[in-house]
């Protein structure tokens, strides 16, 4: 192997950071667009007149009364996974998945110091600084040794250590972004609540995607300390407790409406249906089967270790699909077919296990999409992997091109700021969308625990078509 396949190798073993550091830049108007190339980069903006005016609002008070050197440009990016962070050319970023879960200016403010932290205090240079020389020492231990599992080794044991450093990093901007909280005026304890919202919301996502099969303590590969440490960091300290502005009733005047769903750009997800407006098709999974929908396809898990992944591609395909998939894929498929499905050119392969049944059923599914094609890859590895695997194709076959009416007809899923007096928490969950987790997903949008604590909220957030 070549020195350039070893580092090729080794930086596969690196995740790069989102929080990089840099300031010093001219004030932006609320309507200013991301440079092209800023936004390939963290993707587009949310466009709101109100939500763009809340974070510029709120930024520029946090770094106005903190008197931070410099300045910055405050931005909503559509994208509905909850996160904030920054880049180096001093852009601060919050997504529309974090505003929906935030309760008030105050936890804005919080989440917008924990990232002016990081920049002030230069987290990313020295991080990159580390990574670098983690770099540098399993590539020079794979050449010593001529050995790339001794690289590998070396670049394992430095990635733990560089998380390591990171969770240091992340206490210490916790810290210092919560004395720019109080700066501004805002309270205190904004920075607790915050995590504690974020903790909220990990815990839903654990039980809607099962338990895990990693056996490892995730919170020790983590580059973010347990929340729990966390809190209990920001217990020591006395600005924790500051009484100060929450701004709750213009925070949820500025979200109310604001989309809680992918982008139409990305399609929708409607409990086992995958429906894209702009490439106007759908599909529907096995009604066991949860999907998540991806920048790159759509994942859906199912019982019995099942997966489905759908995707597109406008890489054309020359010829007929089953001829195409006889020479092209490997190892070649075997019971090749050709069909048709939602009216298209269609192709069915299975991957070949020869005589040993025991191996999980594997089929290839493509289906001819204008000069492109669209395809599934199917596996099934339980111990009725050969029924479900049949099941599996049999939902590939719901796959159908949507018409301009039923590809208009489908919107975001929004959120709505409603009162809480004279309904009921089970009322309110039977109002959300989904088809599970209904009460869990509510009390999680509005950051309590028990149905009691959601009713003492005079305003509830409610998540609707």
């Given at each position: 192997?070549?020195?350039?396949?070893?580092?090729?190798?080794?930086?596969?073993?690196?995740?790069a950071t989102a929080c990089t550091s840099g300031?010093?830049?001219?004030?932006?108007?609320?309507?200013?667009?991301?440079?092209?190339?800023?936004?390939?980069?963290?993707?587009?903006?949310?466009?709101?007149?109100?939500?763009?005016?809340?974070?510029?609002?709120?930024?520029?008070?946090?770094?106005?009364?903190?008197?931070?050197?410099?300045?910055?440009?405050?931005?909503?990016?559509?994208?509905?996974?909850?996160?904030?962070?920054?880049?180096?050319?001093?852009?601060?970023?919050?997504?529309?998945?974090?505003?929906?879960?935030?309760?008030?200016?105050?936890?804005?403010?919080?989440?917008?110091?924990?990232?002016?932290?990081?920049?002030?205090?230069?987290?990313?240079?020295?991080?990159?600084?580390?990574?670098?020389?983690?770099?540098?020492?399993?590539?020079?231990?794979?050449?010593?040794?001529?050995?790339?599992?001794?690289?590998?080794?070396?670049?394992?044991?430095?990635?733990?250590?560089?998380?390591?450093?990171?969770?240091?990093?992340?206490?210490?901007?916790?810290?210092?972004?919560?004395?720019?909280?109080?700066?501004?005026?805002?309270?205190?304890?904004?920075?607790?609540?915050?995590?504690?919202?974020?903790?909220?919301?990990?815990?839903?996502?654990?039980?809607?995607?099962g338990p895990s099969s990693d056996t490892a303590?995730?919170?020790?590969?983590?580059?973010?300390?347990?929340?729990?440490?966390?809190?209990?960091?920001?217990?020591?300290?006395?600005?924790?407790?500051?009484?100060?502005?929450?701004?709750?009733?213009?925070y949820l005047t500025a979200v109310e409406g604001?989309?809680?769903?992918?982008?139409?750009?990305?399609?929708?997800?409607?409990?086992?249906?995958?429906?894209?407006?702009?490439?106007?098709?759908?599909?529907?999974?096995?009604?066991?089967?949860?999907?998540?929908?991806?920048?790159?396809?759509?994942?859906?898990?199912?019982?019995?270790?099942?997966?489905?992944?759908?995707?597109?591609?406008?890489?054309?395909?020359?010829?007929?699909?089953?001829?195409?998939?006889?020479?092209?894929?490997?190892?070649?498929?075997?019971?090749?077919?050709?069909?048709?499905?939602?009216?298209?050119?269609?192709?069915?392969?299975?991957?070949?296990?020869?005589?040993?049944?025991?191996?999980?059923?594997?089929?290839?599914?493509?289906?001819?999409?204008?000069?492109?094609?669209?395809?599934?890859?199917?596996?099934?590895?339980?111990?009725?992997?050969?029924?479900?695997?049949?099941?599996?194709?049999?939902?590939?076959?719901?796959?159908?091109?949507?018409?301009?009416?039923?590809?208009?007809?489908?919107?975001?899923?929004?959120?709505?700021?409603?009162?809480?007096?004279?309904?009921?928490?089970?009322?309110?969950?039977?109002?959300?969308?989904?088809?599970?987790?209904?009460?869990?997903?509510?009390?999680?949008?509005?950051?309590?625990?028990?149905?009691?604590?959601?009713?003492?909220?005079?305003?509830?957030?409610?998540?609707?078509?």
């Amino acid at each position: 192997m070549g020195f350039r396949s070893i580092l090729a190798l080794i930086a596969l073993l690196f995740v790069a950071t989102a929080c990089t550091s840099g300031n010093n830049l001219p004030q932006p108007g609320a309507s200013e667009a991301l440079p092209p190339q800023i936004e390939r980069e963290v993707g587009p903006v949310y466009t709101s007149r109100d939500l763009q005016s809340l974070v510029d609002r709120v930024g520029r008070r946090v770094v106005a009364d903190s008197r931070l050197p410099g300045s910055f440009r405050f931005y909503v990016l559509d994208d509905p996974i909850p996160n904030a962070h920054a880049i180096s050319s001093g852009y601060v970023f919050v997504t529309r998945g974090l505003l929906a879960l935030i309760e008030d200016e105050a936890e804005l403010a919080a989440a917008f110091g924990h990232e002016l932290g990081h920049i002030e205090l230069k987290h990313a240079a020295q991080r990159e600084r580390v990574r670098r020389d983690v770099t540098d020492a399993a590539v020079k231990a794979a050449i010593a040794s001529g050995s790339v599992s001794v690289g590998r080794s070396v670049a394992r044991d430095g990635l733990l250590a560089l998380r390591r450093y990171s969770r240091d990093q992340e206490l210490e901007a916790d810290r210092v972004g919560l004395g720019y909280l109080v700066h501004a005026g805002y309270r205190g304890d904004a920075m607790a609540t915050l995590i504690e919202k974020l903790q909220l919301q990990a815990r839903l996502e654990d039980e809607i995607m099962g338990p895990s099969s990693d056996t490892a303590d995730r919170s020790a590969l983590s580059t973010h300390p347990n929340p729990e440490q966390r809190l209990a960091a920001l217990q020591t300290l006395p600005a924790a407790r500051q009484r100060g502005d929450s701004g709750r009733e213009p925070y949820l005047t500025a979200v109310e409406g604001m989309s809680v769903d992918d982008s139409p750009e990305e399609g929708f997800v409607r409990g086992s249906s995958f429906l894209h407006p702009v490439m106007r098709l759908a599909f529907t999974a096995p009604s066991d089967f949860r999907l998540f929908n991806a920048h790159d396809g759509v994942l859906g898990v199912g019982r019995g270790r099942s997966l489905m992944f759908f995707s597109c591609t406008d890489e054309e395909v020359p010829g007929r699909l089953d001829v195409w998939m006889r020479n092209e894929l490997k190892p070649t498929p075997v019971n090749i077919q050709a069909t048709e499905i939602g009216g298209a050119e269609a192709a069915i392969g299975s991957r070949p296990r020869g005589s040993d049944t025991s191996l999980a059923q594997i089929r290839y599914v493509l289906i001819r999409r204008g000069q492109g094609i669209c395809y599934f890859n199917l596996l099934s590895d339980g111990p009725d992997r050969d029924r479900q695997i049949e099941a599996m194709v049999a939902a590939t076959r719901s796959f159908h091109t949507l018409s301009e009416a039923e590809a208009a007809a489908l919107q975001p899923l929004r959120l709505h700021v409603v009162p809480s007096a004279g309904t009921s928490p089970e009322a309110l969950a039977a109002r959300m969308p989904y088809r599970d987790y209904k009460m869990d997903r509510l009390l999680t949008l509005n950051g309590v625990d028990q149905p009691a604590a959601l009713m003492r909220l005079p305003q509830v957030k409610i998540v609707q078509p």
